[in-house]
């Protein structure tokens, strides 16, 4: 399986692949929120990298696409070996903006909608080969979709496991709201990233780069 999914990868694929699974095999090296947590926290990304791989010579997404998406894997990769709210850069952040929240997990779901938006976008523009609206509205709404469905899981997955784990793999620390702002900050990078595509595309456009 493996020599046949190298096979049909580009080599700049290939190296795309090799760090991820280097990131991965760091973040598993004595984390210290422990296993299990390292386990439970990346198990949406093993599930999304093993889909992405087998559907990459049905659907043949530009180099740029896969760049941005491992882009973003390395941001939960970080989040799994820390903890969401013992990510370093995280406090950090929060300190920048006057909260004493850790933000990290903040910055990872706005990326999830700021990296992933031209990803589904070109997916999108594969399948509708039109322009127009739609090939706007549907990656923001998919965006938004997984993000809801990842917070289901959350949920579902805390309530099966310890609640000690459980208070780690949520990381809510202590928000009420934590669910809802997590999926606005999704919609905000989506529509940042909407913003950009859109007059990135214009620009080409107006400039003969690419056919109308």
């Known amino acids: 399986f493996c020599s046949i999914i190298f096979a049909l990868m580009s ?11 280097a990131a991965l095999v760091w973040s598993g090296i004595n984390p210290p929120i422990g296993q299990s947590d390292w386990l439970l926290e990346n198990s949406p ?11 990459a010579q049905y659907f043949k997404l530009s180099d740029f696409s896969y760049t941005l998406i491992v882009l973003y894997l390395m941001f939960p990769l970080v989040a799994s070996h820390y903890g969401v709210a013992g990510v370093p850069f995280g406090e950090t952040l929060g300190h920048w903006i006057g909260s004493t929240r850790n933000m990290y997990d903040r910055l990872t779901h706005f990326l999830f909608g700021f990296l992933g ?11 509708n080969k039109k322009e127009g609206a739609l090939n706007y509205y549907i990656p923001l709404g998919t965006l938004l979709a997984f993000s809801a469905t990842y917070e289901i899981f959350e949920w579902a997955a ?3 496991v310890n609640p000690i784990l459980a208070t780690s793999f949520l990381g809510s620390q202590g928000d009420v709201f934590d669910t809802q702002k997590d999926m ?6 989506a529509l940042c990233a909407m913003v950009i ?4 595309q214009k620009y080409r456009k107006n400039t003969g780069l690419i056919s109308s």
């Open 197 to 200: 595509v859109f007059l990135f």
């Open 184 to 189: 606005a900050v999704v919609v905000v990078g």
């Open 117 to 127: 938006f031209y990803p589904i976008q070109e997916f999108t523009m594969y399948i």
């Open 45 to 55: 990304l093993f599930v999304s990298v093993i889909v992405l791989v087998a559907f």
């Open 11 to 21: 080599k700049y694929k290939i190296f795309l692949l090799i760090v991820f699974v």
């Open 158 to 160: 805390a309530m099966t």
